[in-house]
């Protein structure tokens, strides 16, 4: 009792406190509790699929080690210790059984006992048919329409989280595409301290640190899964755009996929695409930053996007080159101190897009992930509200699949990722910021086989080095040069072949006649000649 006062405390005490969790659990009597561990299938006897073996009701465990010097304001914000402000008891599932309640699988399982093998398959969606895209554009549309059945978000700061009256907590229904919006605008927003202050910036719990790639790759997965659960299909992969092809034009901006310019309105989608209906959440970020409000349901503008169009940026009015994810690709190690967008030579920075593609960082370069966003040039350019952009997902799952391609090649002991000493929310065996259950940035450092996905890729040659590029030219040199020699000697040869065959016509009887040995002699000697 006393474990839960004091965090209680913090919670009262933390000046930002928004998060997302299940239905189930945001009742008064839940969240004075601390305890989310849900029964299931109702059966209030059955805590976390208990009876059968599937889980149990443990206490969270959440990372305490130091993290970088980026952040500043220790103490003021809930999402410190992921996710004690709110809850310090989850359930913890067995084997292959997953889920808030322990009554779900593990991506990559189904099956009533989760033993059986499922793996969805995500493709090059230039490379889906007419029917294949015509059925993926019409599930991203059905999910921004279709309510998230298990989670729901908070839409009040924690001293207010239980209401007026104190006894109805704030929390609203979102869609399921609009919780993916929201999941990534809570992990980026800033530290609210009070009103009249100025909120502090120095902290992001998915970009600038190690966690970029596993934030970003659980973050579609939970996507991937309430889509599958909406189709009914397990099977549904999300599809890539690969961004890597130079040039300013945005190939899968047209109306048959993620929409076309518009001919009428500067900036927006063609009318002849349903993105062109889509609307906007998490618009007023000056409003969350300056009275501490929360982004909640209510949709704003549409989307925006101009590709290529940036004309006071020329260096983000192309998309990044084949030649730029090969040498991306060969970048050694994972991540470099200080673990920020300022690492060189740290494979996360450079897919990232803060370094170079060869990985050298440079402050004003931004290439790969980065360059792609800014190219979209509106709303899949500006972080807090990229996702609104549906090219926000496939753009992500490209970049998944480069991290994947890495994971491979490179086969990186679990120690290659920073234990410590990151920025706050990218050390190691910190809970992903605002995913429930909790989830480690490690669990999702492994290949997608084991996380029930795979990558159809062709991915580009790899770039070849100065010393090679020497060695080739060394033996191409040295290749002409034995064709020159042969063809001289096949020459030589030819003359004397004819000059033969000359004498051959002689007649047989002749004043004098060479003898055998004389004619084997001959023959020994134009051979040596020859080799």
């Known amino acids: 009792m006393l474990v839960r006062r004091c965090i209680l405390f913090i919670g009262l005490c933390a000046t930002v406190v928004r998060s997302q969790f299940p239905r189930e659990c945001v009742t008064v009597r839940g969240l004075q509790s601390g305890e989310c561990c849900p029964s299931l299938r109702g059966d209030l006897g059955d805590i976390c699929g208990s009876n059968t073996g599937r889980g149990q009701c443990v206490q969270v465990n959440a990372d305490g080690r130091p993290h970088g010097p980026q952040y500043t304001q220790d103490g003021r914000d809930d999402r410190e210790r992921w996710p004690l402000a709110f809850f310090n008891r989850t359930c913890q599932c067995n084997g292959n059984f997953s889920g808030y309640n322990c009554g779900r699988c593990k991506h990559g399982y189904g099956g009533e006992n989760c033993d059986q093998l499922l793996v969805a398959v995500r493709r090059n969606v230039m490379e889906l048919s007419v029917d294949e895209k015509r059925r993926f554009v019409s599930a991203l549309d059905r999910a921004k329409r279709t309510v998230q059945p298990d989670f729901v978000i908070a839409s009040r700061r924690y001293p207010e989280i239980f209401g007026p009256d104190g006894n109805t907590p704030q929390f609203e229904n979102i869609s399921i595409y609009n919780f993916f919006v929201w999941s990534h605008y809570y992990s980026v927003s800033k530290t609210f301290l009070g009103a009249g202050q100025q909120s502090f910036g120095g902290v992001d719990f998915s970009h600038e640190g190690p966690g970029f790639l596993t934030w970003h790759r659980y973050h579609l997965l939970q996507l991937e899964r ?82 290529g169009g940036n004309v006071a940026r020329p260096m983000v009015q192309r998309l990044p080159e084949p030649q730029d994810v090969s040498a991306c690709l060969e970048v050694g190690q994972f991540d470099t101190p200080p673990f920020y967008s300022t690492s ?55 970049t998944d699949a480069i991290f994947d391609e890495w994971l491979r090649r490179h086969n990186p002991d679990v120690t290659a990722y920073p234990l410590e000493n990151a920025p706050i929310g990218h050390n190691r065996q910190y809970n992903m910021v605002p995913f429930w259950p909790p989830v480690t940035n490690v669990e999702m450092f492994v290949t997608s086989d084991n996380l029930g996905y795979s990558y159809e890729v062709q991915w580009p040659g790899r770039p070849y080095t100065m010393t090679e590029i020497t060695a080739i030219a060394i033996v191409a040199v040295l290749v002409l040069v034995a064709i020159i020699f042969a063809a001289t000697t096949c020459a030589v040869r030819a003359r004397s072949y004819g000059h033969g065959r000359n004498e051959a016509r002689q007649p047989l009887l002749a004043e004098h006649y060479r003898r055998y040995s004389e004619d084997h002699e001959r023959i020994q000697e134009k051979t040596q000649s020859v080799v």
């Open 344 to 398: 060189s030579e740290s494979f996360r920075n450079t897919v990232e897009g803060y370094s170079t593609p060869s990985g050298n960082y440079d402050p004003l370069v931004r290439s790969l992930h980065n360059l792609a966003h800014l190219f979209l040039n509106g709303t899949g350019g500006q972080t807090h509200v990229s996702p609104n952009d549906p090219i926000f997902v496939l753009l992500h799952t490209f």
């Open 226 to 307: 309430d889509m599958q659960d909406m189709l009914q299909d397990p099977s549904f992969g999300l599809p890539y755009w690969n961004f890597a092809i130079g040039g300013n034009n945005c190939d899968i901006c047209t109306d048959d996929l993620l929409g076309a310019r518009s001919n009428f309105v500067a900036n927006t989608i063609s009318s002849n695409s349903v993105f062109s209906q889509w609307r906007n959440l998490c618009e007023s970020v000056e409003d969350y930053d300056t009275l501490g409000t929360i982004c909640n349901n209510t949709e704003g503008g549409p989307i925006q996007r101009n590709p």
